[in-house]
């Protein structure tokens, strides 16, 4: 049953109100989106008419950064399995971790120096992405899960389109004073870690049974305090009579046998091929400034044209992937995606071309992004959420790396359209090819249910 | 803990974060108000009139970051008196250039919710000739020896998220006709004899030889170049490796440049040198401190720069044949020009 999730919508429809926990966590990332969103927006300035530095060396970590922040990943959602659903706590640790950092930035007068600490702060966020995921996975009735993710991206893109503005204004009080936006980030941050620890419960997934809460009305149900968020039913029964949790934590062999399931390869393997053709969002930017004859000095809102629309849809989309399902709706965001790459490529020109393409960028992203993770926890065992979201997630953060790389290096060898055409043929066939692979899916289930 | 104990708990670390947070603003405004205020021991700047005419002795041109109410304006010293008086313009920039009566300043425009930056051309009255939009944050400005041409570089950071990863972007533009080419990365790239493409190439740091000839730092696949570029061709000619932020010598025989030096300490790998064009023979200077600037050519033998100092920064100078020894020229003070 628990692929047929998607289909059982219509039992109590769109009135199911998102999770307290989702909200609590939704509040966590806005207010920890504001806190390092404020440092990335005065980053540059801070460095070139702060410090006197030229930031060209700041990229140079980057690399690194990525590869570990994939493992510490992949870490942080075993570590959240084990001993008992540790969620929160490695959540909370990656949350403190970052929280950390900002006071650092105080001290950082030099490159190397502020490169380490952006890197102390990026594993604090790659630590606590799969446990996040996984306990809004384990909080949500499995029927509701797209929305859940819609409303968590939606929030955490808020935060991300306000903290700039907060930095400025803090900038413009105070002239010059990074060390007061800094001092001001920290402070939003350590918020964010209270939050979650005051409103985010701590057991998300105690079994109590495959009681069906779609055929409970809301009303039945007992009032539930924030103490006691917990809900009543097996998020992920993989069989209906699922027996009680067993007391021995996943060990790293359960982890690496999650690839066992072959519903979770294939979506892992869809995502990362998929991953594979998709052109990084500062690629896409430089070539649609380029192809697009845009005013140089508009570049820096290209991010946030793509932002404001991945807020604005991430909640309809992820309530309309409950509706459909949330494959097909992944596929069909890939879709879009493929259609803006279309744009780019085409002799349309001028500000409504891009400002096009950066809806359908925006689209791209609400239809994907939470969308997978939802899409994620319904082919994962409750008790290895967080393991299975960090496999997805760090299968397709992993491959969109490869692919920038290789973009890069078409780009230099053939230029930049011709680089593009050939990124978006390989979507075409990636798409297609992981059309037929979650169909096969789909049927395969239909058959075991059967 | 009860639902009560909890939002009480949020509503207390919610005012001691905000106590916390709006002390350190204060802070801050408090201190900015301070830079307001002239230094005790600080320069003499007085208000005045700043021509970037010619006017039989030489003078010497700078962003001014003194405190005190002439602070990030240009101001003008004697060129032999380098800590003597300084008059402050009115006009303020991040950054400045000027040559035989064309000034190229770049500025800061505060928006009620960003700053955007423009470059602007002046006259040698400092009133405003045109203004460019610029897309980031200025870093380097250069006029051409005629005045003519003037040339800009920006940082651009454009991945929102987390991004570290800067590049920049250099506008060149013609002041008789206001022509620009307000990106070199579209020029051709000739490396090693071919033309060379790659995504990943920034160019900044323009200095000029005449109204069609410059010199720039090309950097690609982690490394960076000396290139000569063409106005007319639109082409880039890489000539030598490892220089950033070239600034040729008045008799156009030399580059002085920062040089990322092996075995120096990650966080400070520039030092100052000196290439001689025709033998490309490098020369280390008797400045042995990490530097960040763009050098500027006092004359044919001596070069001026910017280190930190207590107010921003201070302006050093050096002989450019590594001889003598670095010496300070005079305090809170960056961005110079030789009129």
Redesign the interface.
């Known amino acids: 049953m628990y692929l047929a999730d998607s289909r059982r919508t219509d039992a109590r429809g769109t009135q199911a109100a998102v999770p307290a926990t989702v909200l609590a966590l939704g509040a966590v990332s806005l207010i920890t989106d504001v806190s390092s969103e404020m440092v990335t927006a005065v980053l540059p300035l801070y460095v070139v008419a702060g410090l006197g530095l030229s930031p060209l060396g700041f990229g140079l970590l980057d690399g690194i950064n990525n590869g570990v922040g994939a493992l510490v990943r992949l870490a942080g959602g075993h570590l959240a399995d084990r001993g008992g659903h540790r969620h929160k706590l490695v959540a909370g640790l990656g949350y403190g971790l970052s929280a950390l950092c900002k006071p650092f930035l105080l001290l950082a007068h030099t490159l190397p120096v502020l490169s380490a600490v952006l890197a102390v702060d990026r594993t604090g966020k790659g630590l606590r992405t799969a446990p996040r995921d996984a306990m809004i996975s384990l909080a949500t009735e499995p029927a509701h899960r797209g929305r859940a993710f819609g409303v968590h991206r939606a929030m955490d893109t808020t935060g991300a389109l306000l903290g700039p503005l907060a930095a400025f204004a803090v900038l413009r009080a105070t002239v010059d004073g990074y060390d007061a936006v800094f001092a001001v980030s920290a402070c939003v941050a350590t918020l964010g870690v209270l939050v979650l620890v005051l409103f985010v419960p701590r057991h998300l997934d105690a079994p109590t049974g495959a009681v069906r809460p779609s055929r409970t009305p809301a009303a039945q149900r007992p009032p539930q305090s924030l103490d006691a968020v917990r809900p009543p039913w097996t998020p992920d029964a993989v069989r209906p009579p699922r027996p009680p949790a067993p007391p021995r934590p996943p060990s790293l062999r359960d982890a690496v046998g999650l690839l066992r399931r072959p519903e979770l390869r294939r979506l892992t393997a869809c995502a990362a091929l998929l991953g594979l053709t998709t052109v990084s969002d500062s690629f896409l930017y430089l070539l649609l400034q380029r192809e697009g004859d845009l005013p140089a000095h508009l570049f820096p809102l290209l991010p946030l044209g793509t932002a404001a629309f991945f807020l604005l849809l991430a909640v309809p989309l992820g309530a309309l992937a409950d509706r459909m399902s949330r494959r097909r709706l992944f596929l069909a965001g890939h879709g879009v995606l493929l259609l803006g790459y279309g744009l780019v490529l085409s002799p349309w020109h001028g500000l409504p071309a891009v400002v096009a393409v950066l809806v359908l960028h925006g689209t791209f992203y609400a239809a994907t992004d939470g969308v997978l993770a939802a899409a994620t926890a319904s082919v994962v065992p409750a008790r290895q959420q967080g393991a299975g979201q960090a496999l997805v997630g760090t299968g397709q953060a992993l491959a969109r790396f490869v692919c920038s790389l290789a973009f890069g290096a078409a780009w230099s060898l053939w230029g930049g359209r011709t680089a593009l055409a050939v990124t978006a043929a390989g979507l075409a066939v990636s798409a297609v090819v992981a059309a037929v692979v979650l169909r096969t899916g789909d049927e395969t289930t239909q058959e075991v249910r059967a | ?3 009560t104990t ?1 939002l009480v ?2 509503l207390v ?2 005012l001691l ?2 106590a ?2 709006a002390g ?2 204060l ?3 408090h ?2 108000g301070m ?1 307001d205020e002239q230094q005790a021991d600080g320069p003499t700047v007085r208000a005045g009139t700043v021509s970037l005419r010619s006017t039989g002795t030489r003078r010497l041109l700078v962003r001014n970051l003194a405190w005190g109410p002439h602070r990030d304006e240009i101001a003008t010293v004697a060129a032999d008196d380098p800590e003597g008086p300084r008059t402050s313009s009115g006009v303020k920039c ?1 950054r400045f250039h000027a040559a035989a009566g064309t000034g190229i300043c770049l500025q800061a425009v ?1 928006g009620a ?5 423009r470059a602007v051309v002046l006259d040698s009255h400092l009133r405003v000739r045109h203004r460019f ?7 380097r400005a250069r006029v051409s020896p005629s005045g003519h041409m003037a040339a800009w570089t920006v ?12 590049s ?2 250099t506008a060149i533009v013609d002041t008789r006709t206001w022509a620009i080419d ?2 070199l990365e579209t020029f051709r790239v000739v490396k090693d004899g071919r033309t060379y ?4 190439t ?1 160019i ?1 740091g323009v200095t000029f030889a005449d109204d069609n000839r410059f010199y720039a730092t090309l ?1 690609t696949g982690g490394r960076t170049y000396l290139v000569r570029g063409d106005v007319g061709a639109r082409t880039l000619t890489t000539l030598h490796g490892n220089v950033e932020c070239p600034s040729l010598s008045p008799d156009g025989t030399r580059v002085a440049y920062k040089k990322r030096v092996k075995g120096a300490s ?4 520039w030092r100052l040198y000196v290439l001689n064009l025709r033998t490309m023979k490098e020369t280390a200077t008797a400045e042995s401190r990490n530097l ?1 600037d763009q050098a500027l050519w006092a004359d044919d033998h001596t070069l001026v720069y ?1 280190l ?1 100092g207590d107010y ?2 201070d302006l050093w100078t050096v002989p450019a044949d590594g001889t003598g020894t670095a010496r300070r020229l005079m305090r809170s003070a ?1 961005a110079p020009a030789y009129l």
């Open positions: 803990m009860t639902r909890r708990t949020l670390a919610v974060l905000g916390v947070g350190a603003v802070h801050a405004a201190r900015s830079k991040l505060h919710l960003e700053d955007t930056y939009p610029a897309a980031g944050i200025p870093t940082f651009v950071s454009g991945d929102s998220y987390a991004g570290t990863n800067f920049t972007r307000d990106n493409h790659a995504a990943d920034n900044w950097a990650p966080d400070a790998p960040d910017a930190p921003g920064s960056v």
